[in-house]
DNA sequence: ACCTCAGTCAAACATCTGTTTTATACAACT
DNA sequence: AGTTGTATAAAACAGATGTTTGACTGAGGT
């Protein structure tokens, strides 16, 4: 009986007790919202550490210095937890795309590019952004049930723009594979900075990056990335003008 | 008492009754092993699926259709048991590493590089090597007590590989920071192509690869990525040439 | 025939974890 | 004063999980 009652909450979220403080966007009545803003802080740092299942409600709890009850009254359950806090992580990807796509317009293809790449470095790697794409990352590897929220409203933006942009450049059509792979290129690149404890046993990493290393690894990436890109036009340009297949190799 | 007598067995494993079957390399008696080898292989593919926490003895055991017990008696624990899954990927890491640079010897930095690439990318992207190389990939951002081993049998020696390789391309020593950010960006981008569910959601890998796009991918990955090097290498030398900063897009 | 020991199995154990329950405190409103 | 609704707290619950225990089997050695 107790697990039916559970299993119908579940199904059926509007039927919670208190569905957190008032429904909707009231002003949640008074000086309260500190335990919740609490809660949605450690979650996100701890999110970030650990994905979601190696942490417990109990950990977020300790940390925000709340009851273990609280998570269950504020969002529900662990899950909307989460999603609340890969909504932020969510917005903050979309505000970087925005950004990146608009310190290139009216510019050249190319030009767009390097700017894209330039601005996204930065905000990729800017310490404050640190949690949110672990938090993405993990995502990748290890989706939960917010992964459609990520997909549709946070990659898919940035790869319709980086598609056409990429197209543009080669001279194709953005469904052509060499634009996805191209897009893979420069997009896996800044992966590989984010914190990770391989690269920390390897030496890598100085921790907290300093604004000049995070500028040297952006036009790194920019320069690696444009000249990339180029080669693959002029490899595919050059294998048309003679007929044949792939201009691979010396 | 009970707690305190299991956490000794763990301090010191060699009081375990068994510590599997018959110490060392001995025989292990007769047909027996069978039930050993089915766990090896269940926890390869799970491990590699799910991660270290998220798969649980009992999966395990499940579909190597063996006892719960089976874990514990064989390999002492849970991690003996992925201990051991991850050395034998840590040996086909290093099988990789010495093939990839063995098909090189004897000609320029730029073709060995571009060899290397060749040949890691197809091993990589073999699909008999998918779980191996999905297991290593988690170490990166949920590390066991595993990634010891792994970083320095399986890690280091392709870093040391690379690095030597890419500061002859590049022309500097190899403790020089362009060396490292190269070597990011040429083995980042084969993570890009291991098969996720967000890539999966994007439309974007046709499930089984065919050897024909996998040598795409991997003529892609090497085009791509000697373009970006060289252009590393020349921006860099520009700009020593006229003393100031870097040479960047024009 | 007897013993030994590796291997397997079912059951039990202790712990952890997400969630629910019950109770209490406090503020706002009637 | 009384009611209502929000927020928090302590305890309890139910299920899962890694590990251990004790019994049983069967082959090999004496």
């Known amino acids: 009986m107790k697990a039916i009652a559970r299993r119908d909450v579940g199904a059926d979220p509007r039927v919670r007790p208190h569905e957190g403080p008032t429904r909707g966007s009231a002003p949640t009545s008074r000086t309260d919202r500190e335990t919740r803003d609490r809660l949605l802080r450690a979650a996100e740092r701890l999110f ?3 994905g979601f299942k190696d942490v417990t409600v109990r950990d977020i709890c300790r940390t925000a210095k709340a009851n ?4 269950n009254y504020h969002f529900g359950d662990k899950l909307g937890l989460y999603r609340e806090v890969m909504q932020s992580a969510i917005d903050r990807m979309q505000a970087t795309t925005d950004a990146a796509r608009r310190a290139g317009e009216g510019r050249s293809a190319e030009e767009r590019l390097r700017r894209f790449i330039l601005i996204f470095v930065h905000r990729f790697l800017d310490a404050g952004n640190d949690a949110i794409h672990r938090l993405i990352t993990r995502e990748v590897h290890d989706p939960t049930p917010a992964v459609d929220a990520l997909v549709e409203q946070g990659v898919k933006p940035r790869v319709d723009y980086l598609s056409r942009l990429l197209a543009e450049i080669i001279g194709c059509s953005p469904s052509d594979q060499r634009v996805l ?4 290129s420069v997009q896996a690149q800044s992966v590989a900075y984010l914190h990770n404890p391989i690269a920390e046993r390897l030496g890598f ?7 000049r290393q995070i500028d040297d690894i952006a036009q790194h990436i920019a320069v690696f990335s444009l000249a990339g890109v180029r080669a693959i036009a002029a490899a595919t ?3 048309r003008r003679r007929s044949g297949k792939a201009a691979r190799g010396r």
Chains 1, 2 share one sequence.
């Open 181 to 184: 792979r191209c897009l893979a």
């Open 48 to 50: 970030a550490d650990r």
């Open 205 to 211: 990493t100085i921790e907290p990056r300093t604004p």
């Open 237 to 239: 340009a050059s294998a």
């Open 68 to 71: 273990v009850a609280a998570v």
